[in-house]
């Protein structure tokens, strides 16, 4: 193991120790998303996309939080793995809604952009969690 590695392992456990998720930058960013999914969507009028399209928004956000509240380095992997999950649930949706014009293209393409980048970031936030083999 590296320099790099033994530093970044050391961030997670005392990441895990003595941080709330909270101060997590993925986490504020799919807040943020689902704020503005709430927005783009206060005129829908198909109730029943607008209600999948929130909830797959909400569920990124509180699967974070509910792992990183789990106290066990697996467990929070597992709860990211079901938030990445959800970020590219509602990002088809995302597509869906702007083919039916229940969203605008300009908004759906800033939302698609940014939930490819909590992707990302999630996907990064498991690699730095995961064990050394």
């Known amino acids: 193991?590296?320099?790099?590695?033994?530093?970044?392992?050391?961030?997670?456990?005392?990441?895990?120790?003595?941080?709330?998720?909270?101060?997590?930058?993925v986490w504020k960013k799919s807040c943020r998303l689902a704020v503005r999914m709430y927005e783009a969507l206060r005129a829908c009028k198909d109730f029943g996309l607008k209600d999948q399209m929130t909830r797959s928004a909400v569920s990124i956000a509180s699967n974070i939080a509910e792992g990183a509240e789990r106290g066990s380095r697996l467990e929070f992997i597992r709860f990211l793995h079901i938030a990445k999950g959800s970020a590219a649930e509602l990002r088809t949706q995302v597509y869906i809604a702007q083919q039916i014009e229940a969203l605008p293209v300009s908004c759906a393409k800033e939302l698609i952009n940014d939930l490819k980048t909590i992707s990302a970031m999630l996907q990064n936030l498991i690699k730095t969690l995961k064990p050394k083999t």
Do not use: G, K, P, T
């Open 1 to 25: 193991m590296d320099l790099f590695e033994m530093l970044a392992e050391q961030r997670v456990y005392n990441w895990m120790a003595y941080r709330s998720f909270e101060e997590l930058e």
